[in-house]
């Protein structure tokens, strides 16, 4: 699973330049602040600014350290929680080439292109049942085009790039022909499998990362061959509630709720593996 640089203003390169007569009043005055007159206020650091504000040392004994932690979690959106209720992140947006298959249901899909589009990402959902993505396209982004939706193979060129990361979601049943647009840097693409088809292994394969939904103890064993999953945690992808998916890579596994907002919710329903 994945894992949100200030600059500052350089220094004046001089101090404030004296004036004649600022320094007081008589004979010192009249020369101005230079070296010679300036021995009651302080010597002028000439070159290196003014001079700033001069506190106490702030100091903390080592065992009293951890008490400055700041609860910082990992960067991308909020695709759910985890089993110990905390917030499990995906970091969808990526400067490298980013492969997702998700072997589940519409609703997850759907709710992963909202919080992609709401990070700021533009969405590009390839479908071949238009009819099912059009409230979503037409309530997404309070009436600005985030999310766009394109038949099976006529996904134009995205042109992402970092200030405008892509995400294309490929919805396209269970037989998927190959994308004309394919992962890049800032492009990921996301494609929804309903179940294990014949070129799942093949997707499984070569994708970052997996998403699986519930399915049948037959397919749970299959994808636990292609993706070295401990029996047990195999065995439960055919028992998983409506909403959890098991988010897999070949190092990290983590099995995750999705609920949806209240705005979700409305737009889409409850939670569902089916369609």
């Excluded at 070296?35 to 100091?59: M, W, Y």
């Excluded at 099976?152 to 979601?169: C, E, H, K």
């Amino acid at each position: 699973m994945s894992h949100a640089a200030s600059s500052s203003s350089p220094s004046p390169a001089f101090g404030t330049p004296a004036r004649p007569g600022a320094g007081g009043t008589g004979r010192a005055g009249s020369r101005g602040t230079g070296t010679r007159g300036a021995g009651r206020a302080g010597k002028p650091r000439f070159g290196f600014g003014l001079v700033g504000p001069r506190r106490d040392r702030h100091s903390v004994p080592l065992d009293q350290l951890e008490a400055l932690a700041l609860p910082v979690g990992d960067d991308g959106m909020v695709i759910g929680v985890d089993a110990e209720s905390r917030p499990a992140v995906l970091g969808i947006n990526r400067p490298v080439p980013y492969d997702i298959t998700l072997i589940g249901g519409l609703w997850t899909a759907q709710v992963l292109a909202l919080r992609a589009a709401a990070t700021g990402a533009r969405v590009a959902v390839e479908t071949g049942r238009a009819q099912a993505w059009t409230a979503l396209a037409q309530a997404a982004g309070g009436g600005q085009p985030c999310i766009a939706l394109h038949d099976v193979g006529r996904v134009p060129p995205q042109g992402a790039s970092a200030g405008s990361p892509v995400v294309v979601i490929r919805d396209c049943g269970m037989r998927p022909p190959r994308g004309r647009v394919v992962s890049a840097p800032w492009q990921s693409v996301v494609t929804l499998l309903p179940y294990l088809s014949p070129v799942a292994p093949r997707l499984l394969e070569k994708s970052s990362l997996v998403g699986v939904q519930r399915v049948s103890p037959d397919e749970a064993a299959q994808i636990g061959r292609i993706m070295g999953l401990p029996r047990h945690e195999y065995e439960a992808l055919s028992t998983l509630a409506d909403g959890v998916t098991l988010w897999c890579t070949p190092s990290d596994r983590q099995f995750v709720m999705t609920q949806g907002t209240d705005a979700e919710t409305g737009l889409l329903g409850a939670a569902r593996r089916m369609d």
